[in-house]
T-cell receptor, first 112, second 113 residues
């Protein structure tokens, strides 16, 4: 089944404790992206990647890192999480040249 | 001004009603337009792309007005299962902005019996 998976789905952590949210897709998509969704603000892009070893900042990259060592994986790293990073996070992927993006199921993060 | 603006609603309509959502975008160079649907606590899913000539998919009709920079979605004969948040999405693909989707806040629709 073609899909985008994210782990964990739910996470409660404390300020300053490094965490990684994994994202994996099995559709051989070149393009992958991370969004966060907050009430009243909609979905905002954090980082995106157009291929292996190619990443770039989105609209709200501060406090986040990403890597793209393999085509299928695009982990989101919070080196020192803060409460303002409490949010719902979505990973998405697509083929280059196709604008339809497929979203993962989301990760709910609470930073205390 | 937000890049993509929608009326957040909520819209509460009875089954069988016709409901329309509008969305405006600020970047006149925007190239692609979509409506996504998001169910509560779930991921967004593509509902339909929006073409300049307008397009229809069953009970759903999407329109694009480039001159006025707005997009619309019309739902006819509403079903209970149409209850969701509808996201207006615009893609400005220029320079290094390939594939950058900009989302509106979403419009909440509740269809009641």
């Amino acid at each position: 089944e073609a899909q985008v998976t994210q782990n964990p789905r739910y996470l409660i952590t404390v300020t300053g404790k490094k965490l990684t949210v994994t994202c994996s897709q099995n559709m051989n998509h070149e393009y992958m992206s991370w969004y966060r969704q907050d009430p009243g603000l909609g979905l905002r892009q954090i980082y995106y990647s157009m291929n292996v070893e190619v990443t770039d900042k989105g609209d709200v990259p501060e406090g986040y890192k990403v890597s793209r060592k393999e085509k299928r994986n695009f982990p989101l790293i919070l080196e020192s999480p803060s409460p303002n990073q409490t949010s719902l996070y979505f990973c998405a992927s697509s083929l280059l040249g196709q604008e339809t993006q497929y979203f993962g199921p989301g990760t709910r993060l609470l930073v205390l | 001004r937000k890049e993509v603006e929608q009326d957040p609603g909520p819209f509460n309509v009875p089954e069988g009603a016709t409901v329309a959502f509008n969305c405006t975008y600020s970047n006149s160079a925007s190239q692609s337009f979509f409506w996504y649907r998001q169910d509560c606590r779930k991921e967004p899913k593509l509902l339909m792309s929006v073409y300049s000539s307008g397009n229809e998919d069953g009970r759903f009709t999407a329109q694009l007005n480039r001159a006025s920079q707005y997009i619309s979605l019309l739902i006819r004969d509403s079903k209970l299962s149409d209850s969701a948040t509808y996201l207006c999405v615009v893609n400005f693909a220029g320079g290094t902005s390939y594939g950058k989707l900009t989302f509106g806040q979403g419009t909440i629709l509740t269809v009641h019996p």
